[in-house]
């Protein structure tokens, strides 16, 4: 959970409906944040129902972006969108742009930032719910603090024997970093015979890019 300004959280609603005093409280969630408007100070446990307006960003590995903006008093407003038409939206035309400058494009250029993930100790039965629930085929395993421990995917469970996710995933973990070049990141996928790659920032998870994200760069390219 973190503090900001209004203008930090980009919220739209009305003016009526805010007042100068109130802050913006970003509570991270899995696969986006929920922000709440609300008066200076306010405590975290009375933050929802003291809120003037919530609005919603849940980013999906089925590459939909799901958004919603409730304001205190009446007024509603939801959209469900691809998340290339979403990032463009928010002026996230890095995919577009990279390389127009003569700049390579990297894995931090197209990978999905908010990503789904697993812990080691979730159960086989309640890992195959969760794939199901969210339409991925797989996900990165972590640990507490990030540190990707393995892969784990759809062949694993019905491959591997196991009851937990630690007896099934895959390691050790192919991952790229931030820097490598979008190109690379493609071949990679290639020639393992792979359909997601982590990325990684000092041996913690920053990212996914699958399939899907090397085709939307290579489609908003103009390559192929």
């Known amino acids: 959970m973190r503090r900001g300004t209004l203008g930090e959280a980009g ?19 899995h696969g986006g944040e929920v922000v709440l408007v609300v008066p200076a100070g306010i405590a975290v446990e009375a933050a929802v129902g003291a809120s003037r307006v919530l ?16 304001v205190a008093g009446g007024g509603a407003s939801y959209a469900d969108s691809p998340m290339s038409h979403a990032e463009r939206r928010e002026g996230g035309g890095r995919r577009a742009t990279a390389g127009v400058e003569g700049r390579v494009v990297t894995a931090s250029d197209i990978m999905t930032r908010e990503v789904i993930t697993t812990r080691p100790g979730v159960l086989v039965k309640d890992l195959a719910k969760r794939l199901t629930y969210h339409r991925i085929s797989g996900m990165p395993v972590v640990d507490d603090q990030g540190v990707i421990l393995g892969v784990v995917s759809e062949a694993d469970i019905i491959s591997k024997r196991g009851l937990t996710v630690a007896d099934i995933m895959t390691t050790p973990v192919i991952s790229v ?4 070049p979008a190109q690379e990141v493609a071949a990679l996928l290639t020639e393992e015979r792979i359909k ?9 998870l920053v990212g996914l890019i699958g399939r899907s994200n090397v085709v939307s ?3 908003s390219q103009g390559q192929g």
């Open 177 to 180: 970093v931030e820097e490598t």
């Open 55 to 70: 609005r919603g960003t849940l980013r999906l590995e089925s590459e939909r972006v799901l958004t919603f903006e409730i």
């Open 196 to 204: 997601r790659v982590p990325v990684v920032r000092d041996g913690k």
């Open 11 to 29: 919220v739209s609603a009305s003016l009526a409906a805010l007042q100068p005093e109130d802050e913006a409280l970003v509570l991270e969630v």
């Open 217 to 219: 760069w290579v489609g």
